[in-house]
């Protein structure tokens, strides 16, 4: 019994993984966003999904920012201006 719920387990988060998306754009009136889900995932999950990777919403400026901003800013100060994720 315990091999089957392994089993099941894993063909569960293969199949999670499998239907992650590469990238996702975000409508803004300031600028569409392009946020590349395959780029940040070779960083890791945990910088941005805390426990099991699931969606995240960042529906709206507080959330995005809350989310990105933070990390872009300690990355390269050039990542942190407004063009640099809203294109237009």
Known sequence: MKKLVI???LVTFAA????A??????????????????KHAEMGCDK????????IDVK???PGHAL???CHSN????MAKCDYCHKK
């Open 7 to 9: 089993a099941l387990m």
């Open 16 to 19: 999670t993984a499998a239907f």
């Open 21 to 38: 998306v590469d990238s996702v754009t975000y409508e803004n009136k300031k600028g569409n966003i392009t946020f590349d889900h395959k």
């Open 48 to 55: 941005c999904h805390e426990g099991t990777p699931a969606k």
């Open 60 to 62: 709206g400026m507080k």
């Open 68 to 70: 990105c901003k933070d």
């Open 75 to 78: 990355t390269d100060k050039a």
